[in-house]
Nanobody, 116 residues
């Protein structure tokens, strides 16, 4: 079994910063398979950042240059540092893990609200 727990969401003004943390517990085969998704109100869930695609860390275009994905293998944790936040970054952010059998696990999510 795999458990994912996100921390660090909150409310910030445009231009502000937040750092999200995801702690992974259980049968984690490969921490490289943990990434970040988000779901804005009325929109589909989308992959935001991760390094699960055998290339340099992936970021959606909307967050390139503003968000930074990082990982601490010793703590089984991944992070998403978000700078220069915009209103359109408002969403629930989810930690996601896909195991070696292709089974997806999700955290409960943490809400990020960017508003003046």
């Amino acid at each position: 079994q795999v458990h994912l727990m996100e921390f660090g969401g909150g409310s910030v003004q445009p231009g502000g910063s937040l750092r999200l943390s995801c702690l992974a517990a259980g049968n984690i085969f490969n921490l490289n398979m943990v990434d970040w998704y988000r779901q804005a109100p009325g929109k589909e869930r989308e992959l935001v950042a991760g390094d699960t695609m055998d290339v340099d860390i992936y970021y959606i275009d909307a967050v390139k240059g503003r968000f930074t994905f990082s990982r601490d293998s010793a703590r089984n944790a991944v992070f998403l540092t978000m700078d220069s936040l915009k209103n359109e970054d408002t969403a629930v952010y989810y930690c996601h893990y896909r195991d070696k059998n292709g089974v997806d696990y999700w955290g409960k999510g943490t809400l990020v609200t960017v508003s003046s």
